[in-house]
């Protein structure tokens, strides 16, 4: 028996724009989790669905999807059904009645890979719509005939670091050449893209000017950085939340900053010069963190590289280094919180805080 009632999640999220008025179904039920599924069932409820449920095969904690999303959407009267795997769609004459769902006891085997176990407990869920959210894939259908153009095994268009394809003068970005990414980086991709046809078209070549190190004098985190909580973001009442209303207002100014202040500043690093460390260890001593040792060489394993740098630097191997000789700081730095101390601790300058600043600047010759 046909049943001509799944949809899929990118196209419910896009009917509204296209004037497609939901049908008069009272129950919805989405399957899987993800952000599309979490769209598509505030969609649908927006859309004029009476009842929605999201099927979703993790546990609440584990769904990879933002928890403020989940909860928007069961503030706006979703129900979240977690643990749960499509089997099924019920159906009698051609028209939907139900999912039938099983219980999912894992979502990932023992390697971590995706491969969803389930026992035999089911149910059916009472619905008149079901909406896929399973994830999707690109429709490489209108290459026909046009073999030149090649893909990967994983269903994307084959492209090289210019995104071209491998048909000359043809370019592709975006999520037919990467996968579901998002959007910020499809929009970069046509930049690059455009560069790439300039070059391609009018036989210039192409030169990438690259950074430089950004050495910050003075350098210091906003006081009790990290204790600035996450800010909350205003959303609009829930029954405002209708058509393509946004829910997320945006943060005032005030707030804006605070969220600013939370910023971990990733792009600056301390950089150590050895050659003018006099191994006082102040830096060790004063970073809040505990992140660097004074260690004595001797102690010190390395690869080849390191037996040249020790080499280099004293005339012999690292393993001929004689105990308390020669000192170095180790540094742990998933620890380091960027605050600074050690730079300015550092009587002789050994250590800056630097950031490497890329400016992707092209010049066409
Ligand atoms: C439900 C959902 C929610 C998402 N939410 C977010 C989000 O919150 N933030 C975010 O950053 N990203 C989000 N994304 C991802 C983001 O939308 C995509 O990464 C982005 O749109 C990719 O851009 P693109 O130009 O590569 O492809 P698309 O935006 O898919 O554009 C491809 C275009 O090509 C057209 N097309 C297809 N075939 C043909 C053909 N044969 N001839 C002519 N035209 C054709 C299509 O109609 C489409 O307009 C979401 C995606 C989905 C599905
Ligand atoms: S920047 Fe701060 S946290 Fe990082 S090593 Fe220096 S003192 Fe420690
Ligand atoms: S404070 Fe400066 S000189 Fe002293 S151990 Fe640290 S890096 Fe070396």
């Not at 196209?11 to 939901?22: K, Y």
């Not at 070549?205 to 210091?220: A, D, G, P």
């Not at 906003?222 to 997320?248: S, Y």
């Not at 804006?256 to 003018?276: H, M, P, W, Y």
């Amino acid at each position: 028996m046909a049943i001509d009632v799944a949809r899929a999640a990118v196209r419910l999220v896009h009917e509204p724009f296209l004037n497609t008025p939901w049908e008069s179904g009272a129950d919805e039920s989405g399957a899987e989790s993800l952000q599309p599924a979490l769209d598509a069932a505030r969609m649908a409820l927006r859309s004029g669905a009476e009842q929605v449920c999201l099927v979703s095969l993790e546990s609440r904690e584990q769904m990879p999807a933002w928890q403020s999303e989940v909860h928007e959407a069961e503030h706006e009267g979703i129900v979240v059904d977690n643990g749960w795997g499509p089997k099924e769609i019920v159906g009698r004459d051609g028209v939907v009645t139900g999912l039938k769902v099983r219980r999912c006891v894992s979502v990932f085997d023992e390697k971590g890979r995706f491969n969803p176990a389930f026992s035999d407990e089911e149910k059916v869920i009472p619905c008149d719509n079901v909406v896929l959210a399973i994830g999707q894939q690109a429709d490489l259908s209108f290459l026909g005939g046009h073999a030149e153009v090649q893909a990967t095994p994983r269903g994307i268009l084959k492209i090289d670091d210019d995104l071209m394809t491998t048909a000359p003068g043809v370019f592709a970005g975006g999520d037919v050449a990467f996968g579901p990414r998002v959007l910020v980086e499809a929009v970069a991709n046509g930049h690059r893209a455009a560069r790439s046809i300039h070059v391609y078209l009018s036989g210039k070549t192409k030169k990438t000017v690259l950074s430089r190190f950004r050495i910050f004098e003075n350098w210091e985190m906003p006081r009790g950085f990290l204790g600035i909580p996450r800010q909350t973001m205003p959303v609009l009442p829930a029954n405002r939340r209708i058509g393509i209303a946004e829910v997320e207002l945006g943060f005032d100014e005030a707030q804006g900053r605070a969220e600013g202040l939370r910023c971990l500043k990733c792009q600056v690093n301390t950089i150590f010069d050895g050659s003018k460390c006099i191994l006082c260890a102040g830096c060790v001593d004063v970073c809040p963190e505990n992140c660097l040792r004074l260690v004595d060489l001797a102690q010190v394993q390395g690869d080849g590289r390191y037996d040249a740098l020790i080499r280099n630097r004293y005339g012999v191997s690292a393993a001929e280094l004689p105990v308390g000789q020669a000192g170095a700081i180790i540094k742990n730095e998933e620890k380091c919180i960027r605050c600074g101390l050690c730079a300015q601790r550092c009587p002789t300058h050994a250590i800056t805080m630097e950031a490497l600043e890329q400016q992707e600047r092209e010049v066409f010759e």
